[in-house]
């Protein structure tokens, strides 16, 4: 099982941007996959995650209200649409899967499949 992220780039500040991450199924009823992103010289922070098998979704304050997190079942995929960018949104971002949402879904260490990541790089 494999998580790939594809979609990242270079906007401006209040652009938009959307990011995907493939998977493969099947995929377990507590099964989640999640969005982390780690700028330069800073730890790799929680943005978004969606349950899998509900649809039920968890964010980040700092993207609240601006990112939406959503599933193509069709696809097996993750979508992480980005509003409203902002410089400081700059970061590698990391799609990752985790079996069980029990434990929680915010900390990096409940998550056993990381991605690669994609860049993102949003200017003033």
């Known amino acids: 099982v494999r998580v790939v992220e594809s979609g990242g780039g270079m906007v401006q500040a209040g652009d938009s941007l959307r990011l995907s991450c493939a998977t493969s199924?099947?995929?377990?009823?507590?099964?989640?996959l999640g969005w982390f992103r780690q700028a330069p010289g800073k730890e790799r922070e929680f943005v978004a995650a969606?349950?899998?098998?509900?649809?039920?979704?968890w964010y980040a304050d700092s993207a609240q209200g601006r990112f939406n997190i959503s599933r193509d079942n069709a696809k097996n995929a993750v979508t992480l649409l980005m509003s409203s960018l902002r410089p400081e949104d700059t970061a590698v971002y990391y799609c990752?899967?985790?079996?069980?949402?029990?434990?929680?879904?915010?900390?990096?260490?409940?998550?056993?499949?990381w991605g690669q990541g994609t860049q993102v790089t949003v200017s003033a």
């Open positions: 969606i349950r899998w098998s509900t649809g039920f979704t």
């Open positions: 199924g099947p995929f377990g009823r507590t099964e989640a």
């Open positions: 990752a899967r985790t079996p069980n949402t029990a434990a929680g879904v915010t900390s990096s260490r409940y998550y056993n499949i």
